[in-house]
């Protein structure tokens, strides 16, 4: 089992009088930019000029500069902008202010793992990726609480790197939850697999494969909607909570016996030699490849019309129909 670290274990020290640029002010970069100063660090937002967060943020309280002049000053660059669009901000408005010893971090290895960004050897480089959104991040901390952060060296120049990535972690509130060591190999690929093979490709397809068996063999879309994909939400949520048991506690004998005797028919060995492959083509950057040159040479057209052919299923129309009679829906919304 993974070592767990929690506030008592930070050098708290190696935060004092320095200053933290987080590039970008998005899901995660409000969310660390408020929480570390709230923590008592001294914190700059760079942005890029004409960004409509600018005014957001100032109006936060915060200090906000162009991303030059943010990083050119700091001690910890944090960059939490888009995976996608963070090698080239690096290469034009980065890496010529880093300054020498200082650190660069992350929120997700990607870009460091695949070398889209090769850090120079005078600084360090640290991850701490909260596992959760960044409204998430900010609201519990705001309520005395914290999200369980990962967290990674990737290259200790100072010889402090695991103090100032810990203490990062508290900074954000990390801490006050536990946060668990990583690599950055091991939090990128185990990261891209889940959303891949489980989390976002796997659960879709299993719906709309759900949907699809139970429209064609005549019975109405909206009952379908609702049992393929409505009460998924509920059935997680009781998993998120307790466990696969206590989810099976709360269902009926008759629905954890489908459970268990359906289950491995629907998604067979099959499928895991499937995930296996997904895995292959992750760890020897395949995927990685693949990624980068539908946003380089393709203008991202392939991943386009798949997204637009993704919202034309009938499962999204009548999905929407259906989350319209829903009024608790509209309320909210915001993580
Ligand atoms: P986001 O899309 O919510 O935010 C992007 C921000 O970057 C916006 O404020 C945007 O204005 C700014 N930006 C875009 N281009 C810019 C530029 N050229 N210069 C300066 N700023 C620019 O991003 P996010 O979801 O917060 O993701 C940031 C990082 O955090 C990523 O590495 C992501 O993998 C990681 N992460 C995200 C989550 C999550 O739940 N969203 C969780 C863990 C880790
Ligand atoms: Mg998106
Ligand atoms: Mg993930
Ligand atoms: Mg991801
Ligand atoms: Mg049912
Ligand atoms: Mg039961």
Redesign the pocket.
């Known amino acids: 089992m993974a070592k767990v670290f929690y506030d008592q274990d930070v050098n708290w020290d190696v935060m004092k009088g320095k200053k933290v640029a987080v ?8 969310a660390h930019a408020l929480n570390l100063k709230d923590s008592g660090v001294d914190v700059v937002v ?3 000029k004409g ?3 600018v005014e957001t943020a100032r109006k936060a309280g915060l200090e906000v500069k162009s ?1 030059a002049e943010a990083v050119a000053e700091a001690d910890v660059t944090m ?5 996608e ?2 090698a ?2 690096y290469k034009t ?1 980065i890496a010529p202010h880093l300054k020498s010893g200082s650190a660069l971090a ?3 290895g ?1 870009n460091v793992h695949f070398k889209q960004i090769v850090p120079p050897a005078d600084v360090d480089v640290f991850m701490v ?6 409204h998430l991040v900010r609201r519990t901390f705001a309520e005395g609480g914290g999200v369980p952060d990962v967290f990674a060296v990737e290259q200790d120049a100072t010889g402090k790197c695991f103090d100032v990535a810990l203490a990062y972690a508290r900074g954000i509130g990390g801490t006050r939850a536990g946060v668990i060591q990583t690599t950055f190999q091991e939090e990128t690929e185990t990261d891209l697999f889940g959303e891949q093979a489980v989390l976002c490709g796997g659960i879709c397809q299993l719906i709309t494969n759900g949907f699809e068996t139970l429209c064609e063999a005549g019975y109405q879309p909206e009952i379908a909607y609702f049992e393929c994909f409505h009460e998924m939400k509920l059935i997680v949520d009781l998993m998120y909570e307790g466990g696969m048991a206590k989810m099976r506690k709360s269902i009926s004998d008759t629905a954890e016996y489908g459970d268990y005797t359906a289950g491995p028919k629907v998604v067979t060995q099959d499928s895991k030699k499937a995930m296996q492959q997904v895995l292959k083509d992750i760890q020897d950057g395949t995927f990685a490849k693949d990624w980068l040159l539908e946003n380089k040479a393709g203008g991202r057209a392939h991943f386009l019309a798949m997204r637009r052919q993704h919202a034309e299923h009938p499962l999204e129309k009548v999905g929407s129909k259906l989350r319209g009679m829903m009024s608790w829906l509209h309320t909210h919304q915001e993580d």
């Open positions: 590039v970008g002010y998005g899901s995660q970069g409000h760079g942005l890029y960004s409509q967060s991303v960059v939490l902008i888009p995976d669009k963070q080239d901000v408005e992350f929120a997700h990607f990726a909260p596992k959760g959104p960044g």
